[in-house]
C-alpha cells in the first residue's frame, strides 16, 4: 500500500470505475434477453439458440464485471484512494462510506448470484438477484449520482474531477 496522500483515482482506477460503470448499465437496462430464456425455461421449454446467446450475453458481461470488482479492490488496495473531502458534513461523509460499502458489495453479490441462478439452477438466487439486489442497486446508483452532482455544484469539491480527469 501507498504511504503517500493519493490527490485523484488513477488512470487504470477510472478506466476500471467507468468501464464497470457502463457494463453494469447495460445489464440493469437490457436484462431482455436473460428474462427470455428464464421464462422458457420457468416453463418448461426450451431456448432457442437467439435466446440462449442472448442470456450469455448478460451472463458474460456479469462475469466480466466480477472480475473488473476484484481489479478495482486490488488497484484500490494498492494505489491507495483520496482523501474524504473535508467540506463534506459528517453525516454525508459516513453515508458516502455506506454507499461506497454496499456499491462493493453488490458489484460482487450482483454477478456471484446471478451466476448461481443461470449456471447452477438456483432459483432464489435468481430471485434475490433479479428482484432484490438489482432494486437495492439502482437505488444506490441514485444516491451515487446525486452525491457527484451535490459535489459538483453544492459543496464545488473536486469529488468529480478525482474519478473523470484525474
Request: glycine share 6%; aromatic share 10%.
Amino acid at each position: 500500500m501507498r504511504s503517500h496522500v493519493v490527490r485523484s483515482y488513477s488512470l487504470p482506477q477510472r478506466l476500471v470505475h467507468w468501464t464497470m460503470a457502463l457494463l453494469i448499465f447495460y445489464n440493469l437496462l437490457f436484462p431482455d434477453g436473460m428474462n427470455a430464456w428464464h421464462r422458457v425455461i420457468r416453463h418448461g421449454g426450451t431456448p432457442s439458440p437467439e435466446q440462449i446467446a442472448s442470456a450469455n450475453v448478460h451472463a458474460y458481461i456479469g462475469i466480466s464485471i466480477l472480475v473488473l470488482a476484484v481489479l478495482r479492490v486490488c488497484l484500490r488496495l494498492f494505489q491507495g484512494a483520496p482523501l474524504e473531502i473535508a467540506e463534506e458534513p459528517a453525516i454525508f461523509r459516513l453515508a458516502a462510506k455506506a454507499a461506497h460499502v454496499t456499491l462493493y458489495a453488490l458489484i460482487f453479490a450482483l454477478p456471484l448470484t446471478g451466476m448461481a441462478a443461470y449456471y447452477f439452477g438456483v432459483d432464489i438466487s435468481g430471485s434475490i438477484h433479479a428482484e432484490i439486489l438489482k432494486m437495492i442497486l439502482w437505488a444506490l446508483i441514485a444516491a451515487h449520482v446525486a452525491g457527484a452532482l451535490a459535489h459538483q455544484f453544492y459543496w464545488k469539491t473536486n469529488a468529480v474531477r478525482r474519478m473523470t480527469v484525474g
